[in-house]
Nanobody
Framework: QVQLVESGGGTVQPGGSLRLSCAAS????????MGWYRQAPGKQRELVAA??????TNYTHSVKGRFTISRDSAKKVYLQMNSLKPEDSAVYYC??????????????WGQGTQVTVSS
């Protein structure tokens, strides 16, 4: 099994910053990509940002220029969120796609961390 543990959520005022972290563990052979999704009440889960093993990044339009996704190892990913807006409030989920030690493909999700932007 593959486990993802997120941290770094919280409450911040508009214009503030937060940094989310996600660490993967388990019998992992390789991780091809990791990403961050978010889901606000009454809305569908949406991709916020993703990064491949090779370092290619992808962002949803609404966060471009404000959020930065990065990896400092094969199993850890961060989301630096600056200039936060109330509409960024949501539960943020980390996900990872790769292969387990048995070479079985996997897609795993973290438990989610709440981000609230409010004055």
């Amino acid at each position: 099994q593959v486990q993802l543990v997120e941290s770094g959520g919280g409450t911040v005022q508009p214009g503030g910053s937060l940094r989310l972290s996600c660490a993967a563990s388990g019998s992992i052979f390789s991780i091809d990509a990791m990403g961050w999704y978010r889901q606000a009440p009454g809305k569908q889960r949406e991709l916020v940002a993703a990064i491949t093993r090779g370092g290619t990044t992808n962002y949803t339009h609404s966060v471009k220029g404000r959020f930065t996704i990065s990896r400092d190892s094969a199993k850890k990913v961060y989301l630096q969120m600056n200039s936060l807006k109330p509409e960024d409030s949501a539960v943020y989920y980390c996900d990872a796609v790769g292969r387990m030690a048995t070479l079985t493909p996997f897609v795993s999700w973290g438990q989610g961390t709440q981000v609230t932007v409010s004055s």
